[in-house]
């Protein structure tokens, strides 16, 4: 359970005791751990979120319920059009196909830039050690964050914080694509991280050509594995 620091001090509280949550450290709490269902498929695609409910479930007070799920449907992990429940949601073929589209025409445009200098992040080295070293044993909330580690490791290393905004506009909905992939065990682990390897020697040895190739299989290889599973299931609903 989350407490509003607008309720007054919780049990214990006194001199010496840890300060309250302020508003702004709550609906952070709340967003991430509504986020976390979301990601986890604890929340499926089509659930439907009142502000209410929320409050309500988590002892919070109806605006700091409202401010977490704004954030949410900024990221694109909810949806809510003016005066309607958010949901979740439901990700189509379209949606998928759009999606990689767009990230595309960032991470071409970020691997070329990186292969100019020849510069390997840091991060993107350390996600990289991380799935190859613990393919077998990540969660799949775990393997998709160290999958994303990787990419916005690769965005971040161009220093230009406009560039690191537009690819966070993506993220929600790359986030929750991704979680779609591993959910379905659509690719392994061990796969991803040789397909991430490749793209790092691309950029350390200063190919952009190689680079830009090795990115866009390792791109269209979890789109088209998605949308295949996407056109599945709506032909098996349909039967």
Known sequence: ???????????????????????????????????????????????????????????????????AVERLVHEGLLRRSTNKTATVPLLTVADVLDLYYSRGFIERQVVTAAADHGHVPRGARESLARLE?????????????????????????????????????????????????????????????DEHAGILDAIRAQDAEQAVTRMNAHLEQARDRLTAHLTEQAEDSRT
């Open 1 to 67: 359970m989350l407490r509003d620091a607008t309720d007054g001090p919780g049990p214990g509280a006194g001199p010496g005791s840890p300060p309250a949550l302020t508003a702004h450290s709550l609906v952070d709490a709340l967003h991430e751990a509504i986020r976390a269902r979301i990601l986890n498929n604890e929340l499926p695609g089509g659930a439907r979120l009142t502000e209410k409910d929320i409050a309500e479930q988590y002892s919070v007070a109806r605006p700091t319920a409202k401010a």
């Open 133 to 193: 070293e613990l393919a077998d044993e990540l969660t799949v909330p775990d393997v998709v964050q160290t999958d994303l580690d990787f990419h916005r490791a690769l965005v971040d290393s161009l220093g230009s914080p406009r560039l690191s905004r537009l690819y966070d506009s993506l993220m929600g909905e790359v986030h929750l694509c991704m979680a779609q992939v591993q959910k379905h065990r659509l690719l392994h682990p061990g796969r991803i991280a």
